[in-house]
């Protein structure tokens, strides 16, 4: 059976507020927009926030754009045009067209200047080959601990969630008094963030998307988020690839620029795998017309079970 999701409206950014990936970043001034508050006081950023206006910016920008952080007006609209085509084209497979026009971005990476990952430590490096050499469909997987949490249908991680994807890619934020609530499409995640102060939990306490302890700074959402357990990625696109390490430190600024688009930001902090911190940052459009699904990847593992039968069965082919 083939679902075609409702499609995304068209991303509009005015250009009186938005320059540079930093304008969108910051937003705004006060004096523009002024956050609406929920019922307890807090800015409400309550809503469905989906993925579709940034897919097709690309996660590094292309080598031969420098520092140069936006495209021309002319390389916007044949990157609109782009999408125009795709979203005209006949659905040819079972999976949801999320795309839309999107802001003039070169990338979503935005610190450093070059658009681009900063370099790995060797460590990082060899930890990134291994992931590569994993994700060859041929790898002759030893059994389930031997894949990435990608494969098994485990979780994207933080990072991994909050990007950007093909598919799935919706995202919810829910607030309460003293609680933010984010609900990802892709796994299936739900990341309460407390924001009474407290101090985050034991190092020993390990975990795939980490320990959050939120706190407004003026109108914007400041998660700080620590305690990851190192089995996750950082690229878009699902999160696969860039291995992260157990020294993973996230700080993701959330705000509202206007009252249908939200600024995400999140530095990335990881020493372990990193030379230098490194930065994303992307608006995204309110869509309460977006239905997040459930996100059932392979039910039962049944694609756990075939492909290890599969590696067993080429083993005993090359006995």
């Known amino acids: 059976m083939t679902i075609r999701r409702p499609r995304r409206a068209l991303f509009i950014l005015l250009a009186v507020q938005v320059t540079t990936p930093a304008a969108i970043a910051q937003g705004p001034p006060s004096a523009v927009f002024h956050s609406p508050k929920t019922s307890w006081g807090d800015p409400d950023l309550r809503g469905t926030w989906p993925g579709a206006s940034v897919i097709m910016v690309p996660f590094e920008r292309a080598p031969e754009l420098g520092t140069r952080a936006l495209l021309s007006k002319e390389e916007a609209a044949a990157r609109d045009a782009q999408v125009d085509r795709e979203l005209a084209a006949p659905l040819t497979s079972n999976y949801w067209p999320e795309l839309a026009r999107t802001p003039p971005l070169t990338s979503l990476i935005v610190d450093p200047a070059n658009g681009r990952l900063p370099a790995a430590t060797e460590d990082g490096a060899r930890r990134a080959e291994q992931w590569r050499i994993k994700s060859d469909p041929n790898y002759p997987y030893a059994g389930p601990e031997d894949m990435r949490p990608y494969d098994r249908c485990i979780t994207r991680g933080v990072l991994g969630s909050a990007f950007p994807n093909v598919y799935g890619s919706g995202m919810q934020i829910v607030q309460a008094p003293g609680v933010v609530v984010i609900r990802y499409e892709m796994i299936h995640e739900a990341r309460i963030v407390l924001l009474d102060g407290r101090p985050h939990l034991s190092t020993a306490i390990q975990s795939y998307m980490g320990d959050p302890r939120g706190r407004w700074e003026g ?37 509202l620029l206007d009252g249908d688009t939200l600024s995400y930001e999140v530095r990335i902090e990881d020493p372990q795998t990193w030379l230098r911190p490194w930065t994303v940052a992307f608006p995204l459009r309110r869509d309460e017309r977006y239905v997040i699904h459930e996100y059932a990847c392979h039910e039962g593992n049944y694609a756990m079970r075939t492909m290890l039968g599969a590696a067993r069965t080429a083993e005993h082919a090359a006995r």
Do not use: M, Q
């Not at 996750?232 to 705000?255: C, H, I």
């Open 219 to 255: 109108d914007t959402l400041v998660i700080e988020t620590s305690n990851f357990n190192g089995k996750t990625g950082s690229y878009a696109r699902n999160g696969d690839g860039n291995p992260t390490s157990t020294a993973l430190k996230l700080v993701e600024r959330f705000r």
